[in-house]
């Protein structure tokens, strides 16, 4: 994929067999790392993440000396290394090749990191997504202080962190609402 200079970029993939790919807390926090390590490395803004027990979701900005490609390559072959080491495994730990997907506006991209802060509270896995400790999504809603994560594009449709926070509380609202909806009417 041809990377476009300050256009948006939707990176996920899972692993191989649907299987974990984080198997404890310090696997988390190693990739963590990582991407922030490899992000300044390879010029490249890590806008919004979140790491699933399966998967994991990031939002990419490209720079105009940016290198997505070599930075998602670095960082996930790295990653994989060091969790094959550290389980005395071998081989692949992910389905495939990473996706990439170009995300074509800003509004659309602000759906996908909405999405992808939700992911914990999809899963079931957490009520609320600030419970989530392998996301930025406490950056995002000002809990945190901004740290390596690029926050512009959260600056510049939101008059605050509470704004979005907003933004993402009255989607869980209206979305609890349908499934409350679809539950009464069977």
Not at 64 to 80: P, R, V
Request: glycine letters at 6%; one cysteine or more.
């Amino acid at each position: 994929m041809k990377y476009t200079e300050g256009h948006y970029y939707h990176a996920y993939n899972r692993g191989a067999h649907k299987k974990k790919i984080f198997l404890e807390r310090d696997n988390y926090l190693y990739l963590i790392t990582l991407l922030a390590k490899y992000s300044a490395r390879y010029g490249v803004a890590v806008v919004a993440y979140c790491l699933m027990p399966n998967h994991y979701h990031l939002v990419l900005k490209q720079s105009d000396s940016g290198f997505i490609g070599m930075f998602l390559k670095t960082t996930f072959n790295a990653y994989t290394q060091a969790i094959n080491k550290r389980f005395a495994k071998s081989g692949t730990l992910f389905q495939g090749q990473v996706n990439v997907k170009e995300l074509d506006s800003d509004s659309y991209c602000l759906q996908a990191i909405r999405y992808i802060h939700l992911n914990p509270c999809s899963a079931r896995i957490v009520d609320k997504p600030e419970d989530w400790l392998f996301s930025d999504y406490c950056e995002w809603i000002g809990i945190i202080g901004k740290s390596w994560t690029n926050l512009s594009l959260r600056d510049g449709y939101f008059k605050s962190p509470r704004d979005y926070k907003k933004f993402v509380d009255e989607y869980m609202a209206a979305k609890e609402l349908n499934e409350l909806k679809k539950f009464l009417e069977q």
